[in-house]
T-cell receptor, first 118, second 118 residues
């Protein structure tokens, strides 16, 4: 049973337009969400995160939106650039520090391959 | 900052060989590191959590005698795949969590090791 789902395996966007990547989750205990970007032959690179106490977090061209009631988050990239072409992974975890443990145990989606065309 | 180095990047060896993979945090201390495995078209799956100075915590279904983890310092964790067989062929990737006194920190990933057992 997949707890984090990225239902779109691929997305193609024109340069300068907005890219919207979606992610759904099923575990209501998740309270920390992250987006990673991955180029071929490299490890995932942390992009942006959001805690469940927020519904929006913005960093430059990247904005993550969280809808807890719908158990849905999205990553918006605007304007999209050809260099943004990569696989984007959504991940979620439970903040175990508040439960006496250490934070970790990221659950990943399968990724969405974004292609930004010039 | 937050660079994680993983070595080797690729291993091809015969069945029955033991293979050691190193994961180093280059510019920060990491009490906690993680080892993941990714099969084709699947998401990253956590294998184990590596804690400096103590035994690793393995996820359900991961054989601890098969996948030996040693976290002897605050910047190095190793994964040894013992007596590897073709079914162990996969992409292994580590991540490290920066030691900070508060929760909700992103994991920083190495570039992964492609293991191919003949």
């Amino acid at each position: 049973d997949q707890q984090v789902k990225q239902n779109s395996p691929s997305l193609s966007v024109q340069e300068g337009r907005i890219s919207i990547l979606n992610c759904d989750y099923t575990n209501s205990m998740f309270d920390y969400f992250l987006w990673y970007k991955k180029y071929p032959a490299e490890g995932p690179t942390f992009l942006i995160s959001i805690s469940s106490i927020k519904d929006k977090n913005e960093d430059g061209r990247f904005t993550v939106f969280l809808n807890k009631s719908a158990k849905h988050l999205s990553l918006h990239i605007v304007p999209s650039q050809p260099g943004d072409s990569a696989v984007y992974f959504c991940a979620a975890s439970v903040d175990k520090v508040n439960y006496g443990g250490s934070q970790g145990n990221l659950i990943f989606g399968k990724g969405t391959k974004l292609s930004v065309k010039p | 900052g937050a660079v994680v180095s993983q070595h080797p990047s690729r291993v091809i060896c015969k069945s029955g060989t033991s293979v050691k993979i190193e994961c180093r945090s280059l510019d920060f201390q990491a009490t906690t590191m993680f080892w993941y495995r990714q099969f084709p078209k699947q998401s990253l799956m956590l294998m184990a959590t590596s804690n400096e100075g103590s035994k690793a915590t393995y996820e359900q279904g991961v054989e601890k005698d098969k996948f030996l983890i040693n976290h002897a310092s605050l910047t190095l964790s190793t994964l040894t795949v013992t007596s590897a067989h073709p079914e162990d062929s996969s992409f292994y990737i580590c991540s490290a969590l920066r030691d900070v006194p508060y929760s909700n920190q992103p994991q920083h990933f190495g570039d992964g090791t492609r293991l191919s057992i003949l």
